[in-house]
Each structure stands twice: as C-alpha cells, then as structure tokens.
C-alpha cells in the first residue's frame, strides 16, 4: 500500500511538471504547437495510469479487508475447534502426517500430571511418546487382541483406558483414550459372582454328602473340604483349611499316610482303608481313595480325597467271620462227641440256626444302608446339576466374548475346572443311579445311521485336538436297544481311545452278524496286558499303560459300560495286543423300525454358526441364574430372548397370544408344584399356531421321556451342552 501510494504522487508530480513545460515552452520554442500536442498525449498517459492505479488501490483495499475477514473466521473456527477437543470426556491426541506431535486436549495432559510427569512436547514423535508412558511407569498393563476394537491399558492411577486410532485424510492420526474403567469392574463384578454362586452350590452339596471330601494342593496343604470333613479332623475348633496334612493328623498317623501321599502324587489313584480314632477315641475304620489332579502339562498339582466310614460293615465282616470260626469250630466238637451228646448237638444245630438268622439280618441291614446312601446320589442330581449348568451357560457366554488375554484365561481355566467337576460328578451320579436302579432301558427300534453320524461328529474335533485321526464307517443297520445307553457305551469307548492314544488313527465302525451288528472302536494304543482285560471294567481300576499321558478319570468309564449293557443284555468285548492297540465291541440285536417319533438325535446336524441371528426365544426356568445364563449365552448367538421363572411370570412380560415366537425353551421341573409341560400347554393354548418346543430336565425316566415323545417336542437331558443346543436350535429355527 505505501509503495502503490508513493508511485501515485510521482506520476502526480511528472504530470504537473509536463504542463508547467508545455505551458512555458511557446515563449522560446520554435514548434509550440508540436509540443503542446506532446504534452497533451503525455498528460493523457499519465491520466490513465492514475486511473489504473486507483482502480488497483480499491482492489487492493476490498482484499485486504477480505483477508481481515478470513483471518478472524479462522482464528474464531480454532477457538471452537479447541473448545470442541477440550469437551471431549475422552483423551485427545493429533499426529502430522510425520506422526510428530501436534495437539492434546487437558483430559490426556491429565494422565501425565497425575503420575508427576512432564506431558510430551509438540513436535515429539509418536514412538517417543509411547515409549516414555511405559518407561515412566504411567502405563501398568497393556492388554490388546486382534478381534478386539483397540488397546487397552491400565494407568498408574488404577483408571483402565481403550486406546482407539483413525487415520485423517492428510495423513496424519487422531487418538482417543476412552474410560473403560466402570465397564471392567462391571464385568469382573458379575464374573466374580457367578464363580462365587457357583462355589456355594458346590459346597452345598458336599456338605450334605455321607463322606469325607476334600481337595489337596501340591503343597500337602488343605485347600478345600466338606463340613463333615472340618468335624471330623478340626479338633479343639480349629479349622484344616490351610494346613499341612502333617499338621492336620497326628506325626503317627500322618507316617503311616505318607506312602499312599507319596503314590497319588505319583499321578496313580490309591485306595485303602486305615483305622484311626474318633473324635470321642472310638476305633474308626476308614475306606480312603486319593485320585490325582493333573493339568494340561500333566503334572499333579494336587489330588482329591474321599473318606467314607466303613466300621459298621467291617465289623459285619469281622461278625461274620468269627461266626463261621466258632461255627466250624463247634460242628468238629459236636461231630467228635455225636455218639455221647446227640441231645447236644440238637440244641447246637438250633443255635446255628439263630446265628445265621441274625448275620442275614446283620448283611441285610448293611446292604439296605449302602443302597440308602446310593439312592440319595441318584436323588440330588437335579440340584446338583442346576448350579453347574449355570455356570457352563455362563462361562460359555463368557468364552465367545472379547476379554483381555489375562482376563480369558482366566475365562478358560473355569471352564476347564467346570469340566473337571461335571464330569467326575457325572461320572459318580451316573454309576449311583445304575446301582439305586433309577435309570431303565427304553429299548425300541431306531436307525444306527443318525446315531453314528452324530458321535463321530462329536469325538472328531476331540480327535483332531489331540492330532489324531478318527475314521468313520456309516451303517444304515436297524436295531434293538436305548438310543441314549448305547451312545454312552460308545462315547465311553470313544474317549478312553483318544484318551490312551498317542498317535495314529481310531476307527468306529459295524460288522453285521447273523442276528445282531457289532459295533466296534478301534485304536492304535499302547494295549492292555491280557490279564488285566477284566480287571479294566471294575470300579476305580485304571491300567495306565507304560509311557502314556495321565488323565483325570475316576476309572468309572468301563465299569458304567458294564453296568448298562448287563442292563440292556448286550455282550461287551474286548481283544488286545500290547503295543499295537486294542478293539471294544458291543453286541447289539437287529431289529425292524414300526414308527418314528422326534428326538433330539435327529436335530444334531452340520448346521452350526448360522441361522440362529433375530431368532426369538422364549426361556421357563425357576432357577433365576439358569435363566440369565441361557440368556447371556442365546444373546451372543444373536437371539432376541424373554426369560420367565414361571408361565404367570412370562404372561407378565408380554403378550403370549401376540407376541411372535421361534421356540420355547422351559426347564421341567418348576416351582408350586408346576412343570413346563403344563406351562407350554397355558402357552400353546393361548396361540392361533403353537410354537416349537425344547424340554430341558435332569429326570432321565423313561415315563417321562415317552410323555414328551408323544406330545411332540425336543428334549435335551442336564447338564446343557453349549454346542449341542445351539445345534438344537438352529435345527428347529430353519424349520
């Protein structure tokens, strides 16, 4: 603007000078008029480049003012773009295009202040910052995971973070640092209650169980036991938890204990019996098994023990043996004086007589109780099924979600342990109902086919876990038998092969006979010691070949496969050769189909992971945390659920006659006296359609399985398998 101003005025003063010299020129030029017309086209340069320049000025001048403008919009749009930032509850950082510091809002600035360290300079590269937050011990833990939406860390102030990156269209990179804090406590709350609910439902239960139960560490110290475990062995009131066996038993007693410690420990059940004292001193006898508690490295990290009281049918045994001696003893006495005391010996065969009398009363009464105590396991398997199948639904719910990698092995190792208590409580309610004679063969008709194909799709995954291999050959063979007890014969092959197995391959297969099909397991295992091929199918009995890996079985497996095909009349087998491997055959009778009803077999197909997204669910259980842990779990299969304790409850919650619905889903045994089958009929009565039905129930009747047969609905036994039911529904879901 000065220069254009100053241009102006000498243009000014040149036009001014050319008219003084046109004007003074006519007095001493010869050519004034010549002149003058140069002066004059001169003056008229001058005139327009004046004008141009002044058009140049006001142009200048609206630019200017126009740039005044810019300035101060912009000035005012960074002022709302910081302002913007600042409000942010998240932490702000900006990164150039060279990843080098350029903005932070006081939320992130915050961070630092509050570990006592100086916040990152503009211009610092974006590495420098990381490194110095985990040097300077700002950032505690960093959790990431590859399905999980960004990095989560935990600060020095205990606050947890999820740090977030996007990527600006310079190339530059914006980060957000968002409070997950609450989120966390809240998941680690309610996994933290489950366990607990869990735990309390174990202990309920052992509590009210006959015997002594405890858990022992690798330590030898006491880390779990019953209530009846704690009275037996807390003398003077103090507790065993947290004390060493020597602590717990006398130096005595604890000596004569330590072999059987030091074997169990070895990795190999032990059972045996002791006599020990009382709480009042009274001579006790004791059956007492140890069974290892071994990881997935196979190390023994502990062993479980069972104490029952044996003394009343010890001295039962002792009755009768010194019976039979005094009897003995007195038949060769009175045989020696027949001839003098033939009187005598009537009276002696009269008292021979009573004695027997009583010891058959005596073996009755003992009999009588041991059956009591094994109809009572067979009686709780509903409660204590419910706790556990809670937890399964929970822990399944909380292995399809994204955790940290602390947090889900955390996760898996409850799963794991879960297993662990199923199993073993399965396996001892299994073998309790077999011998109260609870459970009864529904022998009918049915294609091997379904029953096959779903087996060999269940043990290949374990197969292929263990990298080994698990052939199937399919047999469309029509037979005789209870669907259920064959598949548990099998499965009980099935798992002891892969158990046993080291490498090679397993074979599940049918040769027909002349009147029956035989269904066979082969594997390419260490083999069993031909004198041991009956010994294997007793109770507590495991032949753990040489070099193969522990397991955590109870040795209970084989003696149920005894127990239900003596109940189902089919000849069991067994042929082996050490080194190569060993084959299992049952022996099933043919048979011809007349009718076909539903059953659960059928719906197991290949049709998992799909099909399930926006199905609706309706859930009946009087068991509040079944129904919350059957909803976290439908959830993340991406079903839309309502669950009820009851159908007046669920008549509560919405419109049964209206509201749509895939599937009911309701526990038979609910409270007052109600059962789901009688809330599904409330239900279907209501409805224009009735809507498809799973009945779930730890009842293993046949009664009962035949009255849910003939009304047409699923029906799926306790404790639930995850996989399993989502196979269920899928199934009944596609139509």
Known sequence: MVELEAENRRLKSIRDALIVRVESGSAHKAEPYAAFEHSVILAEQVRERTEALNLAMEELKTSNKALIRAREEAETSRQRLNDAIESIADGFVLFDRDHCLIQTNSRFRSYWRHANLPVP????????????????????????????????????????????????????????????????????????????????????????????????????????CNRVYQAWYGREGTSPLGKRLDEVHTPEFYQRLLPQVLEVMDGRSVTFEFDEKGVRGEQRYMLRSYVPNIDELGQVVGFFVLIRDITDRRKTALALEQAYDNLERRVRERTAALTDVNSQLREEIAERASVEARLREAKLEAEQANLSKTKFLAAVSHDLLQPLNAARLFTSALQEQSFGPKAESLVRSVSVSLDDVENLLGTLVDISKLDAGVIKPDVMAFDLRDLLNNIAREFRQMAMAEKLQLDFVPSSAVVNSDSQLLARILRNFLTNAIRYTGKGRILLGCRRQAEHVLVQVWDTGPGIPEDKLTEIFQEFKRIRPSGSPADKGLGLGLAIVDKISRMLGHEVSVASIEGKGSVFSVRV??????????????????????????????????????????????????????????????????????????????????????????????????????????????????????????LGYLLMNKPVRPLKLRSVLSHVIRG
């Open 589 to 710: 009778p043919l048979g011809q189909i007349q009718s076909e009803g539903p059953a659960v077999q059928n719906a197991e197909r290949d049709d998992m992971g799909c099909g399930l997204s926006g199905a609706r669910v309706w859930v009946i259980d009087n068991d509040q945390a079944i129904c919350e842990g059957m909803k976290t779990l439908l959830e993340g299969w991406d079903c839309r659920v309502v669950t009820a304790v009851s159908f007046a409850d669920l008549d509560a919650r919405l419109d049964i006659a209206e509201a749509p619905v895939d599937l009911i889903l309701a526990d038979y045994h609910l409270d007052n006296d109600e059962n789901g089958v009688d809330a599904v009929a409330q239900i279907n009565g209501r409805r224009s359609k009735p809507a498809p039905v799973l009945m779930i129930t730890a009842n293993y009747s046949n009664e009962l399985k035949q009255h849910i047969r003939e």
């Open 121 to 224: 300079r503009a211009g610092t590269p974006i590495d420098d910052v990381k490194a110095l937050a985990i040097t300077s011990g700002l950032i505690v833990e960093e959790h990431s995971h590859e399905d999980a939406e960004g990095t989560v860390f935990l600060l020095s102030n205990g606050r947890w973070v999820q740090m977030t990156e996007r990527s600006t269209r310079e190339g530059g990179l914006v980060v957000l640092y968002s409070d997950i804090t609450d989120v966390k406590n809240s998941e680690m709350a309610r996994r933290i209650k489950a366990l607990e609910e869990s735990e309390r439902w174990i202990r309920v239960v052992t509590d009210h169980v006959p015997a002594l139960i405890a858990y022992v560490g690798a330590d030898l110290t006491v880390q779990f």
